[in-house]
Every structure is written in C-alpha cells, then in structure tokens.
C-alpha cells in the first residue's frame, strides 16, 4: 500500500506541465464513480474496461490512466490535467459525465484484484472500489 501512496505523490509532484499556448495546468486523481467490467476473464482474451468519472468544470481534461500492476493485483486511477484559467465553468449531470475505456489483456490464471480510485476518506486515507474477476478456460 506504501508503494501506492508513493506513486501517487510522485504523479502530483512531478507531472505538472505547461504546454506551448502558455496556460498552466495542475494534476488531480479523480474518484472513479463505476466501472464496466467483465464477470470472468479467458486466458489470452482482452477486454475492454470502461472507468466512469465526474468531471467537475469545463477546464478538467483527462490527461493519463494511472495504471500499477503487482502480481494479479490492478491498481487503476484517472489523472485529470486542470487548465488554471478564470472562466471555468461548473459542470453537473450528464454534461459532468465522463468516461475512459482501456483494453485488458489476460496473461495469468487464477483471479485478478482491481482496485479502482475513489478518493480519500476522512482520515485521509485512499478508498478504493475492489472487483475480483476469476479467469476461467
């Protein structure tokens, strides 16, 4: 779990950018809302996973998918880059939805852990929304 927290800091320190038009952006992990993901998994079969996320102005762009693989454990997360500009507007409903799909390739037996970004929880610790996909023949 260390080794998370690491990555995570390392992602908000490192990778602010400031692209050519010379508009500043910063970084944020966004809390992902639901996923579309298979009940089981073939060997050797990919498939698509969609993450759903709330985009909450006008100048959140997704940047990146934070993705951490250990033994069959996945960590996943979406990175927003946040354009720091006066006239963001505020998004809600179905203007605020967003989604981002990836494709999974299966290469091991047994069962794969997901771990989905959702935010931090009172005591500041990472919550995290947890599937289990069996990889059946």
């Given at each position: ?70 033994l069959n454990i996945r ?14 507007v505020d998004l809600t ?27 931090k929880n009172p005591n ?14």
């Amino acid at each position: 779990m260390k080794k998370i927290i690491a990555l995570f800091a390392i992602v908000f320190l490192f990778n602010a950018c400031t692209p050519d038009e010379g508009n500043s952006y910063s970084l944020k992990l966004m809390p992902i809302e639901s996923v579309d993901i298979p009940t089981e998994f073939t060997l050797g079969q990919t498939y698509p996973i969609t993450v759903h996320y709330i985009k909450p102005t006008t100048c959140h762009f997704f940047n990146q998918l934070f993705y951490d693989k250990h033994l069959n454990i996945r960590t996943v997360a979406v990175e927003c880059a946040i354009e720091q500009q006066n006239n963001c507007v505020d998004l809600t409903g179905a203007d605020a939805e967003a989604s981002y799909t990836f494709n999974f390739y299966v290469t091991n037996n047994g069962s794969y852990i997901f771990k989905f970004y959702q935010g931090k929880n009172p005591n500041g610790e990472n919550v995290f929304l947890e599937y289990e996909v069996p990889v059946v023949n």
